[in-house]
Structures are given as structure tokens and as C-alpha cells.
């Protein structure tokens, strides 16, 4: 379930209920830019493998099995299926993603906030020269 904790002023959201989708505020986009949030995009909740070769956003395995040791990056389909350390992830493509890929978290208001940082943590499982930053 996504852990929410506001009491003391942080937020940290969890992925690894994927399957029944983002969780409210989360979206993924095409086209996006520096001005612009882009397109929604469809998001596979279906489990996807790290070799897809299907340019899509979907529910991927963490880089840390479910004992939370490192993944060595060779876990079969059916390992990483097991993992229930889940993710959204990007198979980018020359026709997909290619430019302007974005996972994208809006808030209705900061009124309020200060000092407000936003931190995530990504994988690049295999830099190619479509990898986004």
C-alpha cells in the first residue's frame, strides 16, 4: 500500500501496488518538455519483463528481489514476476518515448509548503542512446 505520512511534513509513495494501477496524483506522459507535462500515456499495469521489447510505461520489477538483496539483472520472466518490490518503468523506443518520456506527480496546492524537495530514486537498467534523464 502507498505510505503516506503527513504529520511530519513528508510524503513517500511505494509502487508495489502497481498492478491496480498509479497511485492518485501519478501519471505517465509522452511529449513531455521542460513547459509542458506532455500526453497521458496508457500505463500497463500487466507485469512487465526488464527485456521487453514493447515501447510502453508499466508495473517492472524492483532492482531488489523480495529479500531485498540486489537483483543481479539476469532473474528470468518468471523471477522477476515474483518481485514484489514493484516499479513503474519506460521501454523507450524510436516510437515511443523518444523524446519526452515523464513520470509525472502533481499536487493540487504547495500553499503551506516550504522548503519543498522532491526526491526519487530510478534505475537505468541498460543506458542506451535513448536513456532519459
Keep these: 500500500m502507498p505510505k503516506k505520512i503527513f504529520g511530519a511534513d513528508n510524503y513517500t509513495q511505494t509502487f508495489d501496488q502497481i498492478g491496480a494501477g498509479l497511485p492518485v496524483g ?3 506522459r509522452t511529449n513531455a518538455s521542460a513547459v509542458s507535462l506532455g500526453t497521458a500515456a496508457p500505463f500497463n499495469t500487466a507485469m512487465v519483463s526488464w527485456g521487453t521489447q514493447t515501447g510502453q510505461f508499466g508495473n517492472g520489477a524492483g532492482s531488489t528481489n523480495n529479500a531485498l538483496a540486489a537483483a543481479t539483472g539476469n532473474e528470468s520472466s518468471t523471477q522477476q514476476s515474483a518481485f514484489t518490490n514493484r516499479g513503474p518503468c519506460l521501454r523507450q523506443t524510436a ?4 523524446p519526452g518520456a515523464a513520470f509525472v506527480f502533481q499536487i493540487a ?14 534505475n ?7 536513456s532519459t534523464t
Design 109 to 122: 496546492s504547495t500553499l503551506g509548503f516550504s522548503n519543498l524537495v522532491f526526491s526519487v530514486d530510478l
Design 26 to 28: 501519478w501519471s505517465v
Design 95 to 98: 516510437a515511443f518515448g523518444d
Design 124 to 130: 537505468l537498467l541498460s543506458a542506451q542512446a535513448r
